[in-house]
């Protein structure tokens, strides 16, 4: 079915017909803006994403219904970053003459399923045509408590740097695309539907635990390097303490893929070190892995410490432009 | 200047250091999320465009600093059409190789100065390359207080049907632009700098004057239409008293471009009878026209009236897809 013959409103409403509401909606998709309360005493957290055809990712290597699951979860992930709940989804597409209502509800599908999973629910967006591939453009809305969300900047010499999860898992999936070689399901589902570490950023965030927190999308390495460089701090990462999956050990991963390979949108904090000892109860508690990897120190740089004495690795992660 | 010198961050670097932040920003550009406060008994009001090259723009009909403004001017028409205030501007930009450093600043010089005019900051955003054209996305984030703000949904039969500004200029330069013939340059900006009337919405929400609104983008009679559908009524629009410029006029301007054209950027509303009064000391407060065009019934339907009696236009407006 062409999208022609249902048209750009009829495509809007497809789409809000498959929306429920936020309850802190006061006008939701259809008019000029969507309008919301935001609960009492919180603070508004915004993140936005452009993803592109033949940029971010290749229609033969995803379907669209896990392009939508991802489109959602890489934003939502933002908002866990930061300690907060997502709440809100706005959802621009631009779609090719070429695309078909089957595969816009596909799309529809996984980014609607994904929100649910995670409480958010579809506001408003925008649709055109486009004239070369699929344009997908996700901006989500959360909050959090006055006071309560964590930054990029707090992080002090002695504190510890933990990391949710395990490494290099989307980027072993990534690299075995690029040599058109298939993967196990387990492991191809950490590249392309990504999980959002909601529950920890809350948890750390509500606890007053974490003292900088980012989510890992341009590579352990990179992010950590943000926090670093906000925080005015160094760091010593022990590189045998890295959590790596049995999976990827199994299909030969690497240190090095798990310290540059981007997208794992893991959680990666710093916390003090005197208050280590509440890790394992909460990583217990949100059967997650919660892994002390190294530690913030006052010289600048971030020192990768290998486990027969200290080595330099590239430090790069993806930067568009480079 | 090759984009690729400066990189991705250097690019957010470059945006971060022109950028006022917001009184209202706990954190800004830089960390995964913006995190703003709203002002107390505000809602929040969001609105988001995906503008594409090749779709809604060419750039051999406007120049990078005119497509800034118009980005952020669209979307800050949509808070308008709310009666919101305008806050937080956030800006995906996929470029493509070709772009340069000077193009990325001419762009940013449009939306920031647009951004300043309004009085909306820099929140965030997302940079990263597009293997075709320019593609933006726009998200714009404004409050009002709670209870103020003006859907498309509280037109009544009885009100009065009224338009801001003039009608139709928008459309008639783009004619002529199609046509490859060029415009005088106060009309030319009717369409390459257009107004967002936040003023008036503010007055009109504050005043609780307006019923209902919604700004003009899709052209007069599809807005309208938008208008009605959402209220569950009718209107007859008396089709001299439509406000037409002078210029608008000169340039062979006809009444039906007036009603089907696109992007004025005009605000559109609908006030009781009974306070048709206040408008002529609002438009000489706000020094703009505020006309009324016709009445809302209970019929379901939009009837144009000619001073002859009745006829009927084509109704469309743009329509993606369509």
Redesign the interface.
């Known amino acids: 079915v062409k ?2 013959s ?4 009829g ?1 809007i409403d497809r789409l809000r017909r498959r929306t429920t509401p936020s309850p802190l909606a ?2 939701g998709i ?9 609960p009492p005493d919180e ?8 993803l ?5 990712f290749r229609r033969d290597w995803t379907d669209l219904e896990h392009l939508g699951r991802k489109s959602v979860a890489v934003n939502v992930s ?2 866990a ?2 300690g ?1 709940t997502p709440r ?1 989804l ?1 959802l ?4 090719p003459a070429t695309a078909t209502v089957e595969e816009v509800d596909a799309f529809a599908a996984g980014a609607l399923a994904e929100a649910e999973r995670y409480g958010v629910a579809l ?11 699929w ?1 997908i ?1 996700v ?1 989500v ?2 909050s ?1 408590p ?1 006071g309560q ?1 964590v ?3 707090g992080a002090r010499p002695g504190d510890i740097v933990c990391v949710s999860g395990s490494l290099g898992d989307s980027a072993l999936v990534l690299q075995r695309l690029q040599r058109n070689e298939s993967m196990s399901s387990p492991l191809a589902q950490r590249h392309h539907a990504p999980p959002a570490r909601v529950a920890l950023g809350r948890a750390l965030a509500q606890a007053g635990l974490a003292t900088a ?3 890992l999308s341009d590579g352990f390495a990179a992010d950590l390097g943000h926090i670093l460089e ?1 925080s005015g701090c160094g760091a010593e990462v022990e590189l045998d303490q890295l959590p790596l999956s049995a999976a990827f050990r199994a299909a030969g991963g690497t240190v090095e893929l798990a310290v540059t390979g981007g997208e794992d949108y893991e959680l990666l904090f710093t916390l003090p070190a005197a208050r280590q000892g509440e890790l394992s109860g909460l990583a217990q508690r949100l059967n997650l892995p919660l892994t002390p990897v190294g530690r913030i120190v006052a010289a600048p740089g971030l020192q990768l410490l290998a486990a027969d004495g200290r080595r330099a690795l590239p430090q790069g992660g993806f ?4």
């Open positions: 999208l022609s249902l048209g750009e409103f495509l006061v006008r259809g008019d000029d803006c969507a309008q919301h309360r935001l603070e508004l957290l915004t993140t936005m994403d452009l592109l055809e033949g940029v971010h933002d908002i970053a930061m907060g809100f706005y621009g597409l631009g779609l506001a408003g967006g925008d649709t055109c045509r486009s004239a070369s591939g344009v453009a901006t809305e959360g959090a006055a969300a930054g990029r900047d927190m980012i989510d906000q930067n568009h432009f480079g």
